[in-house]
C-alpha cells in the first residue's frame, strides 16, 4: 500500500495554558509487556523517556493522569490548532481528499464493508469513507470532536476508549487509526481490542510517528509531541506488537511517519500466517459463492473442510449456520449459531443470527442467555437494544415482515 498524502496534523499539545493544570504519574512497569523494570534512555523538553529492558519499549515517565488527557482532549477547542496557517476544524476538504487516498490503498486489499476508526476527531477520515461506500463508525475520547463529527456528518462514533465501546467480535472488516496509537495510555489493550472485533482475514491499518534506529532524545524535539505522546514506536516494536496480538503484517510504508498495515490472521500452529489466510479465504469464498449458487451440500462441505482446520474458529461455525439456513434447515442453522456463540459469546453475526433463527423456530428462550450474557459483558452497546427489538418482534411490526 502505497503511503500516500501525509495527514499528520499539528499537535496541539504545545500551547502552555492547556498544560498548566495537568498533573502527573509515574508508571511502576511497562505499559505494554508489563515487565517491572525500565531505564531512562533520554530527556528532551524537560521530559523523561524510559525504555523497558524486557522488551524495549519506550514510553514517556512520568506521564499525565487519565483525568488531564481526558480533559485535554475532551472540548472542541483541541481541534482549534493550526494546520498550514487555517484552523484544523476548517480543512475538512483537505483532509478528506487525502483520505480517499488512503482507502482506494485500503480497497485494493479488502472488499468495502463495516470500517471503524479509532481516533477519529472531527470525522474527516469516517466521511470520505462514507463517499466511497463504507459503513462507517469511530471511537474518539474528545467529546467536542465525537460531537461534531454526528453532527456534520451523521456518522455514529463512541465517545471513550475502544475498549470500553462493547462492540461485537468478528464486527469490522477493517479497522484504521492515523497518529492515535502514540497518545494512548495502554497501546497494546487497544491493538488486541481491534484484533477481537475484526473479522478474520480484516485489516488493521495504523499509522505513527517513529523513532529511527540512529535516533537520540534530541531528535525528537520538534515532534515528539509530549506530554500528549506517551508512547514512542520504532518499527520493530510496532510490528512486535501487532504480531504478538495475532496480526500477520502484510505492509510496512517509511518516511516522516510509519505506516503499518496487517491483518487478522487464523490461528494455526506451526503454518505461515498469511499462508494460511489464504486458504481460509479461498475456501470461505468458494463456499459462500456455492450457498449463493443454491448448491447448498457442498457449501457445507466447504465449511466442514475449514472446520477441521480451525475448529474454534466462530466465524466458520457461524458460516456454516447461515448455509444451513440457505438448504432450509433453520434448526441445525441455530445450533451452528449457538455452538459459534459457546466460542465467542461477544460474535456479532452468530448473535444476530441466533435471534433470528431461535424467533423463526419459536424458541426465544434459547437466544435470552446469550443476550443476557451480552448484556453483562456489554450493556452499554446500541447493538443490545436492536438485538432486543429483534428477539421481541418490534422490528418486524415496523418494517412489515422483517427478514427472519
Not at 499525565?64 to 476544524?89: M, N
Not at 474527516?124 to 469513507?129: G, M, N
Not at 451440500?297 to 449456520?321: K, N, Q, Y
Request: glycine share 8%; charged share 25%.
Amino acid at each position: 500500500m502505497e503511503a500516500g498524502v501525509n495527514t499528520q496534523v499539528a499537535d496541539a499539545s504545545y500551547d502552555p495554558h492547556r498544560l498548566e493544570s495537568v498533573r502527573y504519574i509515574t508508571l511502576d512497569r511497562c505499559p505494554t509487556c508489563k515487565g517491572p523494570s525500565y531505564e531512562t534512555w533520554g530527556q528532551t523538553r524537560g521530559r523523561t523517556i524510559v525504555r523497558c529492558t524486557a522488551c524495549g519499549f519506550l514510553f514517556l515517565n512520568p506521564r499525565p493522569d487519565h483525568a488531564s488527557l481526558k480533559a485535554f482532549y475532551d472540548p472542541f477547542s483541541s481541534y482549534t490548532y493550526e494546520v498550514q496557517g487555517t484552523p484544523y476544524y476548517q480543512c475538512a476538504d483537505t483532509f478528506i481528499r487525502a483520505y480517499h487516498q488512503w482507502l482506494e490503498a485500503i480497497e485494493a486489499v479488502i472488499d468495502k464493508g463495516r470500517l471503524l476508526e479509532i481516533g477519529s476527531a472531527l470525522g474527516y477520515f469516517l466521511e470520505a469513507a462514507r463517499q466511497r461506500g463504507w459503513k462507517p463508525q469511530g471511537v474518539e475520547l474528545s467529546r467536542g470532536g465525537a460531537e461534531y463529527c454526528r453532527r456534520t456528518y451523521g456518522i455514529d462514533v463512541y465517545c471513550g476508549e475502544v475498549q470500553e465501546a462493547g462492540f461485537p467480535s468478528c464486527f469490522f472488516d477493517c479497522v484504521v487509526t492515523i497518529h492515535t496509537l502514540e497518545h494512548m495510555e495502554d497501546p497494546f489493550a487497544c491493538i488486541r481490542e481491534c484484533h477481537r472485533i475484526l473479522r478474520t482475514g480484516g485489516l488493521f491499518v495504523v499509522e505513527v510517528p517513529y523513532v529511527r534506529d540512529d535516533s537520540t532524545p534530541e531528535d525528537l524535539d520538534e515532534g515528539a509531541g509530549m506530554p500528549a505522546h506517551l508512547s514512542f514506536f520504532t518499527e520493530q516494536s510496532l510490528r512486535g506488537l501487532l504480531e504478538a496480538a495475532g496480526f500477520g503484517i502484510l505492509d510496512v510504508q517509511k518516511g516522516e511517519n510509519v505506516r503499518i498495515t496487517g491483518r487478522k490472521v487464523p490461528s494455526k500452529t506451526g503454518w505461515d500466517r498469511l499462508s494460511v489466510t489464504r486458504l481460509y479465504e479461498s475456501l470461505t469464498k468458494f463456499g459462500e459463492h456455492l450457498a449463493a449458487s443454491g448448491r447448498t451440500a457442498e457449501a457445507l462441505r466447504c465449511f466442514e473442510i475449514l472446520m477441521e482446520f480451525f475448529p474454534a474458529d466462530p466465524t466458520l461455525v457461524s458460516d456454516a449456520g447461515a448455509a444451513c439456513w440457505a438448504a432450509g434447515d433453520v434448526k441445525f442453522a441455530l445450533s451452528c449459531f449457538v455452538k459459534a456463540l459457546e466460542l465467542d459469546p461477544l460474535h456479532g453475526d452468530a448473535l444476530l443470527n441466533v435471534v433470528h433463527a431461535a424467533k423463526t423456530l419459536g424458541k426465544r428462550h434459547i437466544a435470552l442467555p446469550f443476550l443476557k450474557a451480552y448484556a453483562d459483558r456489554c450493556p452499554a452497546s446500541p447493538s443490545l437494544a436492536e438485538l432486543l427489538r429483534l428477539l421481541e418482534g418490534k422490528q418486524e411490526q415496523k418494517d412489515q415482515g422483517g427478514s427472519g
